[in-house]
């Protein structure tokens, strides 16, 4: 087991290779090669992965080639494309071609390698990233912590002794400690946010159907996005319009026409901004309700409003979730069940159990709180609520305890999530670092705010995170 | 280990085993008559949500 060493305050954060806007500019002027941002990246993913167990494959063959043909494009005075030489890595339920798709189980590895890469995977291949890895998550995306049974734990880059947050805890800490400036992963109730939060970067949850999830391994068919995670909000928005663009494999996924982000600017003036109060700030505890205070303050939000029916929607969330995953596995987990983990396999099977009544009133629901929510956005632009309820807890840590209630961690820290993924809002999580009066080795460490729109208004999501990031309250540690 | 007869939902969860083609030991059984324990007292909130009659699930099926 890793010493319980403290990295506070950036200083365990070296990001040596730069932003991915950066890194593009400077491969454009000639001024670094792609091979030597790989060949840094290399070295970063040797000397801070060991403490981290973020990354359960690496592609460093795939990624030489992905590099060399950047080098080669810019050697002869080519158009490079907009991501050109960026390093990145993806959650392992991505499917990259030649490897097994693991999905954090240990049941998946006996599958057959993948065919093709997932369609977002080969969108960033295209606009010329380079690929470097597959990223621990929890089992079969089944929590909202990486304490995987068969591939390990994967630790705050911020302090050793706790979690990253799940269930994309390699993705969220792979960024967060600069070994990659952007990575991949997925979100079924909170499991881009909750790490995003827990890690200290920007995450983004796009509209639910706004980015393909084709060539994914499934876990909840109704809730699965894919999305983003960065330093930055401009690396964010480069990878999100990277992967924008309608895709017929996935029934899911709108047919709407790219709607580039990556060029606009700050907030535009007029926005209406609400501070979601109710279960959003019951379930906040006081250093998660100082960093929605922070975020609120900044961008000048004083009116606070309610979705009444966050607690149905987490609970609607919880039933179907059950039933789509229980489902899913059943095979499986009748001829094979003791390869699932035990964390994830008797609740897999209850899930399988749920009567249908339970589950079509949990859509009912769904529905009836995402017509409340558009009546929300008639008045406001933007919705503020914390994304995680405390900061990261101990790794094996049972119970949180929230404003004198307890409840348990794998299940509560999506408790502030899961309401907005059951209604598919777009999101974009902020890293925020409140240090008010914790005890001293908690004030380093970082809270996430979720930035909520209205559907298909990324623009403004990531518009709210820009003006955050220029007033100096939503940033990564250890930014060049 | 109380007779199921005493306990519906453990007979439930026995009985929807038994359909659905599971075969546990009596140690496994009872870790799934306490998740879907779980699962139970979070279906009542959705159960009781008041909804209109003709309220729509919310859709997924575009032909």
Known sequence: MAAAVRIGSGAGVSPVIGSAADIVREI?????????????????????NPDLNCFTATTFERAEREAAAIDALQARGAPLPPLAGVPYAVKNLFDIEGMVTLAGAKVNASNAPAAADATIVARMRRAGAVLVGALNMEELAYGFVTENPHYGTTRNPHDLTRGAGGSSGGSAAAV????????????TSGSIRVPASLCGVFGLKPTYGRLPRSGTFPF???????????????????????????DRLDPACAQRPLEPVATA?????????????????????????????????ALGATDWTELKGAEAARAAAYIITGA????????????????????????LVAGSLIPASWVVQAQRIRQQVYREA?????????????????VAPR???????????????????GVLTQPISCIGLPVCTVPVWPGIDEPPHEKELPIGVQLIGAPWREDLCLGAARTLEQAGVAYCVGQP | ???????????????????????????QIAEIVEQFSRLETIAHTVMQWPLPFASEAAPVFRP
Do not use: C
């Open chain 1, 395 to 413: 790794v094996g840590q049972e119970t949180l305890v929230i404003n004198n209630r307890n409840i348990p961690t794998k299940a509560g820290l």
């Open chain 2, 1 to 27: 280990m109380t007779q199921s007869s005493d306990n519906p939902l453990e007979a439930y969860v026995r009985a929807a085993l038994a359909l659905q083609g599971y075969r546990f030991d009596e140690r």
């Open chain 1, 28 to 48: 454009a002027k000639g001024a670094r090669s792609a091979a030597s941002v790989l060949a840094e990246t290399k070295a970063q993913i040797h000397a801070r």
């Open chain 1, 374 to 390: 558009m009546e929300l956005f008639e008045n406001f632009d933007l919705l503020l609520a914390a994304a995680a309820p405390v």
């Open chain 1, 176 to 187: 967060g400690a600069g070994m990659v400036p952007i990575s991949l992963g997925s979100d």
């Open chain 1, 220 to 246: 909840v068919n109704s809730f699965d996005h894919v999305g983003p995670f960065g330093r930055s909000v401009s690396d964010l928005a480069l990878s999100y319009d990277a992967m924008q663009g309608p």
């Open chain 1, 324 to 347: 789509e995953g229980g489902a899913l596995h059943r095979p499986r987990l009748i001829e094979r069940y003791e390869e699932f983990g035990p964390a994830s396999r008797a609740r």
């Open chain 1, 265 to 297: 600017s700050a907030l535009p003036p007029g926005i209406r901004i609400g501070i979601l109060g109710g279960w959003f700030h019951e379930w906040a505890d006081p250093t998660a309700r100082r960093a929605v205070q922070l975020v609120a303050g």
